[in-house]
């Protein structure tokens, strides 16, 4: 496993970084049979399930990338001999290669003899081949480090980013969309602890919009096992906001009080932001003035990782990672935007002392319901 941005840091911060990495690493690989160890640069997993073990990783933030990779004796007859052998398992007559080499430490040979020896004794080994150092067909790779030399076909990428815990916690309000989704996971990428929340505006009706929400961060839960779901009760709060309220406001009132509701949350776990999944058509949708209308409603900063972003922009994303089923269908937690002629911010706060929003919020707490998604266990 490589990591690349956890490598710029100082030495406390990079050996911290690299102790949550680890920690994450073994939360993923849990129920897996393996041996962890570290050298700088670079994290080894010893595993007969290499494959289990690169898709459970290449979701995991802080890690660029992953080979399943053959261990053997840093020479160059070991290495020679590693080579010819995952050659045979690649190469086809007809086929072109090439050997990459990289070293780490004094050795008694360079990385070009490593390519001269083994790119020969594949030649005379596998019938048929050719060497061909510009645009080779297959690429086979020699990592030497210290006593030891590594041989893999595969680059496998993952995430990248910085480790899940680095960088503070934050409350994302989620509602199982594919906006609510990705959002959440870019903050995860950026290494935030993420506690997600539904607002469930029909607490007592059948649930299907609670299954679905629990269903995307399950999915997200791939990306750190850890992930817990907070199911807030929001019905009471919902019709009292949407019920009798003819100013077309009702859009930004319902924003409002959830964004208030995250802030309460925040202060809970020590979130020090909240996450919205608003995106650049929906910014336009609702007017540039009515983000600064819902911020007011909190103290603490609102992250919007998809500002730039277009519906086409993010579906990529979330079908690299499969963190978003399409067939999904979410709750509208709010109602649609409108286009107030003047958004008055005193106008929106008188409105919600009549509607005693904070006492809502502050009744509707206690029944706050926490799922565990590894263990599938409510709390």
Not at 44 to 62: C, M, N, Q, Y
Request: glycine share 8%; with cysteine.
């Amino acid at each position: 496993m490589r990591y690349g941005e956890i490598a710029l840091k100082s030495e406390p911060v990079r050996r911290r970084f690299e102790r949550r990495l680890i920690e994450n690493i073994k939360l993923s690989l849990k129920g897996l049979d393996y041996k962890l160890r570290r050298e700088r640069g670079r994290i080894f997993t010893d595993t007969r399930r290499p494959s289990a073990v690169i898709e459970r990783l290449a979701k995991t933030p802080g890690i660029v990338s992953l080979s399943s990779s053959l261990r053997t004796n840093a020479t160059i007859d070991s290495i020679t001999s590693a080579v010819v052998r995952e050659a045979k398992k690649i190469l086809s007559p007809g086929m072109t290669f090439a050997i990459r080499t990289s070293r780490v430490g004094e050795h008694p040979f360079s990385s070009k003899d490593v390519n001269v020896s083994a790119g020969s004794a594949v030649l005379a080994e596998v019938k048929g081949v050719r060497v061909n150092l510009s645009t080779p067909k297959r690429k086979i790779f020699v990592d030497v480090r210290g006593r030891d030399a590594y041989v893999f076909t595969e680059i496998v990428y993952g995430v990248g980013g910085l480790p899940v815990g680095t960088q503070g916690s934050v409350v994302a309000l989620f509602s199982g969309s594919l906006n609510s989704s990705v959002s959440s996971y870019l903050v995860m990428k950026r290494g935030c602890t993420l506690h997600p929340t539904f607002f469930d505006p029909r607490p007592h009706a059948d649930g299907r919009a609670r299954k679905y929400a629990v269903g995307a961060a399950r999915k997200l839960a791939g990306i750190y096992p850890k992930l817990e779901l907070r199911i807030f009760p929001y019905g009471k709060i919902f019709r009292t906001i949407t019920e009798g309220i003819a100013q077309g406001l009702e859009n930004l009132l319902c924003k409002r009080a959830m964004i208030r509701t995250a802030e309460v949350i925040a202060g809970q776990v020590g979130g020090a932001a909240i996450v919205g999944d608003e995106d650049l058509e929906k910014i336009a949708e609702g007017g540039v003035e009515s983000l600064g209308v819902i911020d007011d409603a909190c103290e603490l900063p609102v992250l919007r990782p998809l500002a730039g972003m277009v519906k086409e922009d993010i579906e990529k994303i979330a079908n690299r990672i499969g963190i978003f089923d399409p067939s999904a269908h979410t709750a509208n937690m709010c109602p649609p935007p409108s286009h107030p002629t003047a958004l008055k911010l005193e106008e929106l706060r008188e409105i919600e002392e009549g509607l005693n929003i904070d006492a809502l919020i502050e009744s509707a707490l206690p029944r706050i319901k926490i799922i565990k998604l590894r263990r599938s266990a409510w709390t």
